[in-house]
Antibody, heavy 123, light 118 residues
Framework: DVQLVDSGGGLVQPGGSLRLSCAAS????????MNWVRQAPGKGLEWVST????????YYADSVKGRFTISRDNSKNTLYLQMSSLRAEDTAIYYC????????????????WGQGTLVTVSS | DIVMTQSPDSLAVSLGERATINCKSS????????????LAWYQQKPGQPPKLLIY???TRESGVPDRFSGSGSGTDFTLTISSLQAEDVAVYYC??????????????FGQGTKLEIK
């Protein structure tokens, strides 16, 4: 079965950093573009970032551009999100999500999601 | 970015009755490569991640019951649950994934519709 397991969330002070991970199994990881989508407490879904299957193309929401970096290690079937200069408004559950295709610009149909990891930015 | 607006924000329907959720996009989401509308629906139950129900406006994801159906065109789309079951209580989100081939367009979601039992 296709499975995504998110980890790395926690409590961090404003201005701090955190690295999220998403371990994938059950599919050919390098053939799928991967994404991070977040959900603030009690709120809706917000796309954060996308990386192509090869890792050669990356894309970011304006709200995180310059502060977050998405990456992947296809030898370890793992997706990452390095977050820095964190703000209170970054507080959310972060989900990794798999696309049905490998290209960064191919349709963003998210057919599998991790269980999410909670990031809380507070002093 | 394309803005997605759902209506209503919440909905209470009796068991066995039809539930209808609407979604409107701020511009056309027609994907030129296949002439299909780039619209998906997700279901999110409390404490769980979203689950893909429908994509390309009306294609059901594998394993999704056939009481769920999607329709629409242009900028107006609808998710219909033909006969509400207790396990359908959830928040439903529409999402557009419009893009021009080889050009990145950020996906955006509607604000969600909370579906409850009357």
């Amino acid at each position: 079965d296709v499975q995504l397991v998110d980890s790395g969330g926690g409590l961090v002070q404003p201005g701090g950093s955190l690295r999220l991970s998403c371990a994938a199994s059950g599919f050919t990881f390098s053939s799928s573009a991967m994404n991070w989508v977040r959900q603030a407490p009690g709120k809706g879904l917000e796309w954060v970032s996308t990386i192509s299957g090869s890792g050669g193309s990356t894309y970011y929401a304006d709200s995180v551009k310059g502060r977050f970096t998405i990456s992947r290690d296809n030898s370890k079937n793992t997706l990452y999100l390095q977050m820095s200069s964190l703000r209170a408004e970054d507080t959310a559950i972060y989900y990794c999500a798999k696309k049905t295709c490998s290209g960064g610009t191919c349709p963003h149909i998210f057919d599998c999601w991790g269980q999410g990891t909670l990031v809380t930015v507070s002093s | 970015d394309i803005v997605m607006t759902q209506s209503p924000d919440s909905l209470a329907v009796s068991l066995g009755e039809r539930a209808t959720i609407n979604c409107k996009s701020s511009q056309s989401v027609l994907y030129s490569s296949n002439n299909k509308n780039s619209l998906a629906w997700y279901q999110q139950k409390p404490g769980q991640p979203p689950k893909l129900l429908i994509y390309w406006t009306s294609t059901r994801e594998s394993g999704v019951p056939d009481r769920f159906s999607g329709s629409g065109s242009g900028t107006d789309f609808t998710l219909t649950i033909s006969s509400l079951q207790a396990e359908d209580v959830a928040v439903y989100y529409c999402q557009q994934y419009y893009s021009i081939p080889s050009t990145f367009t950020p996906p955006t979601f509607g604000q969600g519709t909370k579906l409850e039992i009357k």
